[in-house]
């Protein structure tokens, strides 16, 4: 059931989600500060072609309290932003009962793009 929730995901803008968090990520990295930022865009437009059977879990990584400030940086920056687009469509498929499933893969996104560092879609 998975495969087809994707596969409707990505004919119906999932595609297009995807690729902006792409292209803005590869954008990011053309800094060396925008690095680690472009990276974890990158890694959110990945899970955003695919995020029916996937759930947030923690990253083993060791960013150490840089984690913290990388957050609060996105946060402030993009991460509102995406969060809020990303509850707009929510709004949006959840007035059809077609759209529901679609609507909760859109809330499921919404914490993953406000703190994006330490967490992903699996």
Same mark, same amino acid.
């Given at each position: !059931?998975?495969?087809?929730g994707?596969? $409707?995901?990505?004919?119906? #803008?999932?595609?297009?989600?995807? $690729? #902006?968090?792409?292209?803005g #990520?590869?954008? !990011?990295?053309?800094?060396i500060v925008g690095i @680690?930022? #472009?990276?974890?865009?990158?890694?959110?437009?990945f899970?955003?072609?695919?995020p029916?059977?996937?759930?947030?879990?923690?990253? &083993?990584?060791?960013?150490?309290?840089l984690?913290?400030v990388?957050?609060?940086?996105? $946060?402030?920056?993009?991460?509102?932003?995406?969060a809020?687009i990303?509850l707009?469509?929510a709004?949006?498929?959840a007035?059809?009962?077609?759209?529901i &499933?679609?609507?909760m893969?859109?809330?499921?996104?919404? @914490?993953?793009?406000l703190? &994006?560092?330490?967490?992903? $879609?699996?």
């Amino acid at each position: !059931m998975s495969v087809l929730g994707n596969i $409707l995901w990505l004919i119906f #803008g999932g595609f297009f989600s995807g $690729l #902006g968090y792409i292209i803005g #990520g590869l954008l !990011m990295c053309l800094t060396i500060v925008g690095i @680690p930022f #472009g990276v974890q865009s990158i890694k959110l437009g990945f899970a955003t072609f695919a995020p029916f059977g996937k759930s947030i879990r923690e990253t &083993p990584t060791s960013y150490g309290c840089l984690k913290i400030v990388f957050d609060i940086l996105w $946060l402030v920056f993009v991460g509102w932003e995406i969060a809020l687009i990303h509850l707009g469509f929510a709004a949006i498929l959840a007035i059809s009962i077609v759209g529901i &499933p679609f609507a909760m893969q859109h809330i499921k996104l919404v @914490p993953v793009s406000l703190f &994006p560092f330490g967490q992903e $879609l699996s």
